[in-house]
């Protein structure tokens, strides 16, 4: 689901070289049938795509927010500060720092404008959107039955034994 006006979650990140990472959250969005849109949105180098989305973010019908970056991580910080919007912000693993220069920058929020930041990489992707489902599952019972489903479903995987 894409259509922006029935997207709950809007899922951004900072170049398209977040989305290896992102795609994971996206996938469980999917899963669990909440609608969503994806964006590239750099807080960089597209500084005036960032106004025009977080600032309409509300208006356009989104919920929560997931916003992915990776090194000097300023994307969910900035869409914090111009959106009532709940944020969740994920560290992406960056190549010089491993992703700690991506977790400081996103967690590391000054009080009175919140982020819930999550894992560095892939894990904080999909608990991202976990996060995001159970948000909107708070409205939505027949959301709240699949993200009950999904979990046990993940229990169910999960072996007594190990095997060689
Ligand atoms: C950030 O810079 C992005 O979020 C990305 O994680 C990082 C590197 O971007 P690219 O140079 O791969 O486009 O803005």
């Known amino acids: 689901m894409t259509d922006k006006q029935k997207a709950d979650v809007a899922v951004v990140m900072g170049s398209q070289s977040d989305w290896e990472t992102m795609r ?11 609608s969503y849109v994806a964006k590239i949105v750099s807080a960089h180098r597209t500084p005036d795509r960032l106004t025009v989305f977080a600032k309409g973010a509300r208006d356009a019908g989104h919920r929560v927010i997931i916003a992915g970056a990776g090194g000097a991580a300023h994307l969910p910080g900035m869409i914090a500060a111009m959106t009532p919007l709940p944020v969740f912000g994920v560290p ?5 720092l491993s992703g700690q220069d991506s977790l400081l920058s ?11 930041t ?24 027949d959301l709240a039955a699949r993200l009950d489903a999904w979990r046990a479903a993940q229990s169910d995987s999960v072996a007594e034994t190990p095997m060689d």
Request: glycine residues 10%; charged residues 15%.
């Open 24 to 34: 994971h959250g996206v996938e469980i969005l999917e899963e669990l049938e909440v």
């Open 92 to 96: 992406v693993q960056s190549a010089a």
């Open 106 to 116: 996103i967690v590391q929020m000054p009080a009175g404008i919140p982020v819930g």
């Open 118 to 141: 999550l894992a560095i990489g892939k894990a904080g992707a999909k608990n991202a959107a976990l996060l995001a489902a159970a948000v909107l599952a708070l409205n939505d019972d």
